[in-house]
């Protein structure tokens, strides 16, 4: 992982795509290979910044955000986890197997995975930042839709091994704006490469404006 976007935001390039509803799982690769987004939750816990920024309802976190893992290590309760610039932050559902039920939040084989589970450390300054997330199974499908509609930041890199290697994603988009200015499919990976910028703030926008 690269280091964290700076926090005035710059050398930061726009792109807006607009496509059917329907396609817009084609970008579920990105929410599982890890984006940024920046928050005002610096400092908060876990749970503050799922129920705050991210809209999810307390009855969604508590029956769906089953695993977490912050800075690579398993959380087991998400009201003292504080999140930090920088901070890597997975979500998923339940997960299956003894590794699944291991990992899990308060999961009486917890004990099994004690010396790398997350253990709050004092307090975390306030104020804005990035966290570096990663979304699985149906926790992406089900919220996936809400952050790419909202705004991911990827890096340059990790966007061209995107389009590299998923050429349709982008074909089925009616506009493509980069930085404001139009741009055909064809040559997407050409203008964003031109821009030189570093990290590539993305916003999917569904065709007439239909919810997903």
């Given at each position: ?105 308060g999961s009486p084989l ?103």
């Open positions: 992982m690269t280091d964290s976007p700076p926090l005035n935001h710059g050398n930061i390039a726009h792109l807006n795509l607009t496509l059917p509803a329907e396609r817009i799982a084609d970008f579920f690769y990105l929410l599982q290979s890890g984006f940024y987004v920046g928050t005002r939750y610096i400092g908060c816990s876990i749970r503050a910044f799922l129920s705050g920024q991210a809209g999810m309802s307390e009855e969604y976190i508590s029956r769906h955000i089953s695993t977490v893992f912050l800075d690579g290590m398993p959380v087991d309760t998400i009201d003292t986890a504080l999140l930090k610039h920088g901070s890597r932050l997975a979500l998923s559902s339940a997960m299956p197997g003894l590794v699944g039920a291991t990992m899990r939040q917890a004990s099994l995975r004690d010396s790398i589970s997350y253990k709050a450390t004092g307090s975390s300054e306030g104020g804005e930042g990035f966290v570096f997330l990663k979304l699985f199974n149906l926790v992406m499908k089900e919220r996936g839709s809400q952050f790419l509609q909202s705004g991911i930041l990827v890096t340059a890199g990790e966007l061209r091994t995107f389009l590299c290697g998923h050429p349709h994603s982008v074909q089925s988009c009616n506009e493509i704006f980069l930085n404001g200015t139009a741009c055909g499919n064809d040559r997407l990976l050409d203008a964003v490469l031109s821009t030189g910028a570093h990290y590539i703030r993305i916003v999917l926008r569904i065709q007439n404006g239909a919810a997903s």
